[in-house]
């Protein structure tokens, strides 16, 4: 079946009258192009159906968790369309660039982009921002939350956020932290547990997960907030533990680790996972595109892909993703202020 051929291509002319066998060829082309019913009879409008390669902008290097993600829904989404779906990674300036390059395309559901927290993290921090994060994106859908977790080695004496602080107040200043660079959720919810509970760390930030755990396993430097599904490897390998979860409530997948917010309200976040879209996005074209990749957020090795990325899946409508990203960027706007937390 070829989506793509245009009806109109199987209906000759010939004196204001169709022949029997010119009104089959037409029919059959018009059933092809769309599979779906006359709207004349009170149908839905036709589904999003491209004609050539879809676009799907990740903010983040290849190889790493967001691929993981990304890539196993971009080939579901590929043989529902019968287009490719193609994932170019552009990385950089804390994600700007590959939002950026989704702002600047148009907005025919064509290119599509990855959403992160630094989507809602860098309003706050950063007054030169190329795009307006309201008016310049449209939000697509959730697909889940990534959840950060605080660490230690083993040989670390605390065990829980708790005696975290106890230890850092025994020892001002003598304590560092890592985290996956400035910025990050894991850099401002450390300034702003330091603000709040009155201790003092030093913040030591690296480039990603693979230069924070160079330091952190062998102990140099003894905790740090890193990304659960990364971690659980080495924490169940018992080269790691795990202090506490980022997540605001306990988290579905892993119930048995305490969260940041039970013991200092106020620092617990859902560090957002979705997809977006080119601001001014027509309504029904987005509603279009969030019905398909709901469908196959529904699949279930889609999500038992994700479950194996500590995810749970969310797969929200496009304006509760949209309520979603608004309170993310008040609580980020909130905690920078709060923390101090700068980029440079």
Not at 17 to 23: E, I, K, Q, S, V
Not at 96 to 106: D, E, F, L, N, R
Not at 298 to 310: F, N
């Amino acid at each position: 079946m070829h989506e793509h051929d245009s009806p109109a291509s199987a209906r000759p002319r010939s004196n204001g009258r169709m022949t029997r066998r010119a009104l089959l060829l037409a029919t059959a082309a018009a059933s092809a192009a769309w599979q779906t019913p006359s709207l004349a009879q009170g149908e839905q409008a036709p589904a999003f159906r491209p004609t050539r390669a879809v676009r799907l902008i990740s903010p983040l290097l290849a190889g790493g968790a967001t691929d993981a993600i990304v890539r196993p829904i971009a080939l579901k989404l590929s043989q529902l369309w019968n287009q490719p779906v193609v994932v170019d990674n552009k990385p950089g300036g804390g994600t700007i660039i590959g939002t950026q390059a989704v702002v600047q395309s148009p907005p025919d559901g064509y290119t599509l982009g990855v959403a992160i927290s630094a989507l809602t993290i860098n309003p706050s921090l950063r007054n030169d921002l190329p795009y307006d994060t309201f008016k310049d994106i449209s939000p697509l859908t959730q697909i889940g939350n990534i959840t950060g977790a605080l660490v230690a080695h083993p040989s670390f004496p605390a065990h829980d956020l708790e005696g975290l602080i106890a230890q850092a107040k025994a020892s001002p200043g003598a304590l560092s932290y890592a985290s996956l660079g400035v910025g990050t959720g894991g850099h401002i919810t450390g300034e702003l547990l330091k603000v709040r509970r009155g201790f003092d760390m030093v913040h030591v930030p690296f480039s990603g997960s693979n230069a924070a755990y160079r330091e952190l396993l062998p102990g140099r430097i003894p905790v740090g907030f890193v990304v659960l599904e990364s971690a659980l490897p080495h924490v169940k390998a018992g080269k790691l533990k795990v202090l506490g979860l980022t997540d605001v409530q306990r988290n579905k997948l892993y119930p048995e680790f305490p969260v940041l917010e039970e013991t200092v309200k106020g620092t617990g976040y859902d560090s957002v996972f979705g997809l977006i879209a080119p601001g001014r996005m027509a309504p029904d074209l987005l509603d279009q595109i969030n019905a398909d990749v709901v469908k196959v957020l529904a699949l279930p090795e889609i999500r038992q892909q994700l479950a194996q990325q500590a995810m749970a899946v969310v797969a929200s409508s496009a304006p509760e993703f949209a309520q979603v990203i608004r309170r993310d960027v008040e609580h980020w706007k909130r905690a920078v202020k709060e923390s101090g937390a700068r980029v440079n």
